[in-house]
């Protein structure tokens, strides 16, 4: 059973664009919504996570929508940069039992164009 | 922020020998720690989750007589590949987390190539 559906698999945006990553789960014990980006060839780093109990949270150029009722997390990337070019992971996890660890998604590869 | 380092980030081992990559948690204590594989342009595969003083948890189809996980103490666990083969040269990525928190720093990676 797939857990974490991650769309599109790749992405190609121009710079200032809107860069939007998609995130479905089945799992309805997750309760922390992380966005990973990992650049290549080093580990994962945390770009912004969202708790069930908002409906969205920004920081900065990066803002995570979170609809419940669907199962669905989103990552909205404002003015995108050359910089962004990256993989992003939605990486969702639950408090306990088989959730408890994260559960990645297959991955977005996103190139900004300058 | 919180820092979680790896060590080596590059090795090149020679088929049959075995190889250790070590995670060290550098401002935390680490309760749990966490290691993943991953392939080129692939997601990250969990192998196994690593509890300080206790034996790992191992995630299905991962050989745990092959890769073995050492928690000795709260900053530092080791993951050492037995028995080397070409098939394991991957990238080998570990993971802290502080407490029963929800955040999970991630260190910088091991590129293992066995030859």
């Known amino acids: ?114 | 922020g919180a820092v979680v380092s790896q060590h080596p980030s590059r090795v090149i081992c020679k088929s049959g020998t075995s190889v250790k990559i070590e995670c060290r948690s550098l401002d935390f204590q680490a309760t749990t720690m966490f290691w993943y594989r991953q392939f080129p342009k692939q997601s990250l595969m969990l192998m196994a989750t690593s509890n300080e003083g206790s034996k790992a948890t191992y995630e299905q189809g991962v050989e745990k007589d092959k890769f073995l996980i050492n928690h000795a103490s709260l900053t530092l666990s080791t993951l050492t590949v037995t028995s080397a083969h070409p098939e394991d040269s991957s990238f080998y990525i570990c993971s802290a987390r502080a407490g029963e928190g929800n955040t999970i720093y991630f260190g910088e990676g091991s590129w293992l190539t066995v030859v």
Request: net charge positive; glycine share 8%; with cysteine.
């Open chain 1, 1 to 114: 059973q797939q857990q974490v559906k991650q769309s599109p698999q790749s992405l190609i945006v121009q710079k200032g664009g809107i860069s939007i990553i998609n995130c479905a789960y089945e799992n309805t014990a997750f309760d922390y919504f992380p966005w990973y980006q990992q650049f290549p060839g080093k580990g994962p780093a945390l770009l912004i996570a969202i708790r069930p109990d908002v409906s969205e949270k920004k920081e900065g150029r990066f803002t995570i929508s979170f609809n419940k009722s669907a199962k669905q997390f989103s990552l909205h990337i404002m003015d995108s940069q050359p910089g962004d070019s990256a993989t992003y992971f939605c990486a969702p996890k639950g408090p306990s039992g088989s959730a408890r660890q994260l559960t990645f998604g297959s991955g977005t590869q996103l190139t900004v164009l300058p």
